[in-house]
Nanobody, 123 residues
């Protein structure tokens, strides 16, 4: 089992920045990638960013490309999401997840989830 704990959420004005962290504990041999999702009011859950443990290849939703950066420190199993130029539309609960890489589609299938951290972008 893998336990995930997010931190770093908060309130910020449009144009501001925040950095989210996700600390992993426990172990599951099948998990080799991590993701950030968000659930915004009135919207479906959105996969925001993905990073793969082996090569640190990253993928982003079009809505955050150029503004968000995902990174991973394998040694202490902590994933970060650096968010710049935040918009009101970025408001939501951000969840981290750990999962298994699907090599044929180069995607990450989430298995374990954190509890989420609230990000509010408002003037």
């Amino acid at each position: 089992q893998v336990q995930l704990a997010e931190s770093g959420g908060g309130s910020v004005q449009p144009g501001g920045s925040l950095r989210l962290s996700c600390a992993a504990s426990g172990y599951d041999s099948s998990t080799n990638c991590m993701l950030w999702f968000r659930q915004s009011p009135g919207k479906e859950r959105e996969e925001v960013a993905t990073i793969y443990n082996d090569d640190h290849w990253t993928q982003y939703a079009d809505s955050v490309k150029g503004r968000f950066t995902v990174s991973l420190i394998n040694a202490n199993r902590t994933m970060f999401l650096q968010m710049h130029s935040l918009k009101v539309g970025d408001t939501g609960v951000y969840y981290c997840a750990a999962g298994e890489k699907r090599y044929w589609t180069y995607s990450c299938q989430p298995t374990f989830w954190g509890q989420g951290t609230q990000v509010t972008v408002s003037s």
